[in-house]
């Protein structure tokens, strides 16, 4: 069974700090990883994803990956309270994308 | 442009109906995945299209879940004799590449509540 795990949270920043998401997963041959966002009652939407190991930058989100690890992180600067939402992790294998069960993220104004 | 249409947005079935959920994927997007999503659960798989044929259905929790994609766009997930524990968004993906690596793009889902 491949294993998606995130801390499901709350976790809670205040305005402005760096917020930082962690997620790990099981399968060694898994090949990209995405972070989506979802808001309450809508549905996931693309961040960003990364396929090599190291950082990637895309404005204020940055997806960190360790591939030796199992270790995908996604650190959002300058938090917002518009970034109040769950961020979802997905690991794909080349067939089929797994999902973790998503960190709740509240950015306190 | 438009992206992935679902419909309908909300269902509600009595235990035992039968209940079909169409998804619209992007123009010219060659995969479509479907979901189940339970709330405060991320997303899980139920079934993958690679076009018009069903490459991966390993993820459908039973046989009273079904799925086609007759001409390689639109698809419809049918659920027969609903159970309660079928209550979930069911959330439909599409994606440009073949095989799951690339990006998916979601669909608004259709929440389904069996009574």
């Known amino acids: 069974q491949k294993e998606v795990e995130q801390n499901s949270g709350p976790l809670s920043v205040p305005e402005g700090a760096i917020a930082s998401l962690n997620c790990t997963y099981s399968?060694?041959?898994?090949?990209?990883f995405f972070w989506y966002r979802q808001y309450s009652g809508k549905s996931p939407e693309l961040i960003m994803f990364i396929y090599s190991n190291g950082d990637k930058e895309d404005g204020r989100f940055t997806a960190q990956l360790n591939k030796a690890s199992q270790y995908v992180s996604l650190l959002i600067r300058d938090s917002q309270p518009s970034d109040s939402a769950t961020y979802l992790c997905?690991?794909?294998?080349?067939?089929?994308?797994?999902f973790g069960p998503g960190t709740r993220l509240s950015v306190l104004p | 442009g438009a992206g992935v249409s679902q419909s309908p947005r909300y269902k509600v079935a009595k235990r035992g109906q039968d209940v079909a959920l169409r998804c619209d994927p992007i123009?010219?997007?060659?995969?479509l995945f479907w979901y189940q999503q339970a709330l405060g659960q991320g997303p899980e798989f139920l079934t993958y299209?690679?076009?018009?044929?069903?490459?991966?259905k390993s993820g459908l929790p039973s046989d009273r879940f079904f799925a086609e994609r007759p001409e390689g766009s639109v698809s419809t997930l049918k659920i027969q004799r609903t159970q309660q524990e079928d209550s979930a968004v069911y959330l439909c993906?599409?994606?440009?590449?073949?095989?799951?690596?690339?990006?998916?793009?979601f669909g608004p889902g259709t929440r389904l509540t069996v009574l």
């Open positions: 299209f690679q076009n018009e044929a069903q490459l991966d």
């Open positions: 399968d060694r041959g898994s090949q990209s």
């Open positions: 997905a690991v794909n294998d080349g067939q089929n994308f797994v």
């Open positions: 993906a599409s994606s440009s590449t073949s095989g799951g690596a690339g990006t998916q793009y």
């Open positions: 123009s010219g997007h060659v995969s």
